[in-house]
């Protein structure tokens, strides 16, 4: 039972911290408009990833994975996320206020992580195995797993979000504007990442 719960909360905390576009979101999101905003986009995992869950361990049981569906999603998480580094990019000074302007936090974290084939590939080649294993062990496994997993996932970008919000007020002016280059720059190349797995699963 502890050997599952430990390997969701590893693989969670690994998959929270690992730089990615849902982490460049919440330190973007965190900046602009304050920590809460970060905070919303670290929890879009807990809305995104009921539907990936389910769709993956039904097709594991069916049909197996599928390299056109994850081909599919990485050139619309790559689109996506190209957008989000033209809008990164743009963007003018910190807002005198948090909040200001309309920062849809949780919805641009739901579509980046929705459309990113990688919850999709660590579901089908990891974590759904491990829920089938550990349900082979016990009914209580597969939900110590899945839990740790999400507490430390959801929990090490929350904790990220809180630690940039409180050191935001270092990033203004020139150093703002810099940083923005920066993840404008880390989103564009997520996006190169994104349409080349796809170029690896439609034509693999």
């Not at 690994?14 to 460049?24: H, I, N, Q």
């Not at 973007?28 to 408009?33: D, I, K, V």
Request: with cysteine; proline share 6%.
């Amino acid at each position: 039972m502890l050997s599952f719960a430990l390997a969701g909360a590893i693989l969670g905390l690994t998959a929270g911290l690992s730089p990615g576009p849902l982490l460049t979101l919440v330190v973007l999101q965190t900046l602009r408009h304050g920590p809460r905003e970060g905070v919303l986009v670290s929890a879009a995992p807990l809305l995104t990833d009921v539907p990936i869950v389910l769709a993956v361990l039904l097709a594991l049981r069916e049909i197996g994975p599928s390299g056109v569906f994850l081909g599919i999603l990485s050139v619309g998480g790559g689109c996506y996320v190209l957008r989000l580094a033209w809008e990164t990019w743009r963007s003018g000074p910190v807002p005198a206020e948090e909040g200001a302007g309309e920062a849809r936090s949780l919805r641009k974290g739901a579509l980046i992580n929705f459309l990113n084939p990688h919850p999709w590939l660590f579901w089908i080649t990891v974590g759904g195995p491990l829920v089938f294993r550990a349900g082979q062990a016990g009914s209580l496994e597969p939900w110590l797993f899945i839990g740790f997993f999400y507490f430390c996932l959801v929990g090490s970008k929350v904790a990220v979000a809180l630690t940039v919000g409180r050191f935001r007020t270092f990033f203004t002016g020139r150093a703002y504007r810099g940083l923005m280059v920066v993840l404008a720059a880390v989103l564009a190349g997520f996006s190169v990442f994104l349409f080349h797995e796809a170029w690896r699963w439609l034509t693999g």
